[in-house]
């Protein structure tokens, strides 16, 4: 046995959201980054992150938050930018307040059990990583029943509403029910986006915030719901992209939506 190093108690501190992680000493860093610089470019490189990592992170915080961390907004006497919302301000400082006290608890377990240095426990992170992009937090407005099928609509806020089909099964072993917590999961690829509503299926307005493509021809888009959840789009034409700002709907099969919770 290598007795060379002392053995040291260390954790990960995570803030989650059902099974999906939320908050992080690196996603608090990027916030903390943004507030001062106003970019999100700049505040990626400074963390030696690329771009697009930098938004998938801002995605998957303000589609899991009641309310969105982080807006972009224009003009005015400093040139718009990237912004905090007040909202992001008092998150940024009750994860820093808890990132404290949980330092604190290593602390003192470390003291009281010096010969006991690997706590395994405290250096997990108890999530569900999944591959579906767009996880939008949402609280169950209504179930309606037909036959083995349930339509459960979802409310986003702000009015913004979202069906996922499910079968009677599923319902009981999520045990949903009216005011249920829970995350709505959609893969990018099965997303379509329409100029205009479609009446065959349900569409979600928005506006296209945010267009990546690549040397293939595909493209990946993001649209901000009034919600202020984040819908990202994969296309495989990047000709079909539609411009900057511009008013757009996701159409979404109710069959795509995947329901989660926690117990």
């Known amino acids: ?3 060379s190093s002392k053995l040291e108690v260390h954790g990960r501190f995570w803030v989650e959201r059902g099974p999906h992680a939320f908050l992080g000493r690196g996603r608090v860093d990027l916030l903390e980054k943004i507030n001062a610089s106003h970019s999100i470019a700049e505040a990626a490189r400074q963390l030696g992150m690329s771009y697009k990592t930098a938004w998938d992170m801002i995605n998957a915080m303000n589609n899991l938050a009641d309310q969105p961390l982080v807006v972009r907004v224009k003009g005015g006497r400093q040139g718009g930018g990237t912004v905090l919302t007040d909202y992001g301000q008092q998150v940024i400082a009750n994860y820093r307040a808890m990132e404290q006290e949980y330092e604190a608890m290593l602390a003192t377990l470390e003291r009281r059990y010096p010969h006991f240095g690997q706590l395994q426990a405290l250096d997990r992170r108890l999530q569900l990583r999944t591959s579906a ?17 349930v339509i459960a609509e979802l409310d986003l806020g702000a009015e913004t509403s979202l069906q996922a089909q499910l079968t009677r099964a599923s319902v009981e072993a999520l045990d949903l029910s009216p005011g249920r917590q829970v995350v709505a ?3 990018a690829p099965a997303i379509a986006l329409s100029a205009s509503p479609d009446a065959k299926t349900q569409t979600l307005r928005g506006t296209v915030r945010h267009i ?10 993001t649209v901000v719901l009034p919600s202020g959840h984040h819908l990202i789009i994969a296309l495989d034409r990047a000709a079909e992209c539609p411009p900057l700002e511009a008013e757009a709907f996701a159409v979404i099969d109710p069959r795509q939506v995947i329901v989660a919770v926690t117990d």
């Open 1 to 3: 046995m290598n007795n």
């Open 133 to 149: 992009r767009n996880q939008l937090a949402a609280t169950v407005r209504e179930l309606h029943t037909h036959g083995q099928r």
């Open 185 to 187: 999961l959609i893969k």
């Open 212 to 221: 990546e493509t690549d040397d293939e021809g595909h493209a990946e888009i």
